[in-house]
């Protein structure tokens, strides 16, 4: 079986679409707040996957791969999380998802929250030469075969 994994958002294209997200969804509470800090969209240097984009692709891809065995899917969504001033991540959760089938997505979604949610720890954000909680919106295509 193969998976490609597409990030369709790099530095430059995650900034700006994290500043248009709606902020309504279910995913992101109204103040966004978790262990009572604030947590931001922006930062002085924005938090980031230890090795970068292509490393946080390549274990998404490993993680992913071990657990889905049989399935030919082609998969949008958008994923949401915060990374704390630790740099572990926290509360996964999918914003949007749209598939082109739907069988068996529930327990996909829950694969997907699984995946991301043991992510070893990224480098925490910096904002005013602290270590910050940030939200991290990311819009992900999968396609499995």
């Given amino acids: ?19 248009s997200t709606s902020g309504n969804s279910a995913c992101i509470p109204k103040p966004d707040m978790l262990d009572g800090q604030k947590v931001f969209r922006l930062a002085n240097k924005l938090a980031e996957f230890q090795g970068g984009d292509r490393k946080m692709m390549e274990y998404i891809q490993d993680h992913l791969q071990k657990k889905e065995k049989k399935r030919n899917l082609n998969l949008s969504m958008v994923i949401t999380f915060v990374v704390d001033s630790t740099g572990q991540v926290r509360n996964p959760c999918i914003q949007k998802i749209s598939a082109s089938n739907s069988m068996g997505l529930a327990a996909l979604e829950q694969e997907i929250i699984a995946v991301f949610a043991s992510m070893p720890k990224w480098n925490a954000a910096v904002l005013q030469d602290k270590k910050a909680y940030t939200r991290i919106i990311l819009p992900v295509q999968l396609v499995l075969q």
Avoid: D, E, T
């Fill in 1 to 19: 079986m193969k998976i490609y994994f597409l990030l369709l958002a790099l530095f430059i294209s995650f900034v700006s679409f994290s500043q």
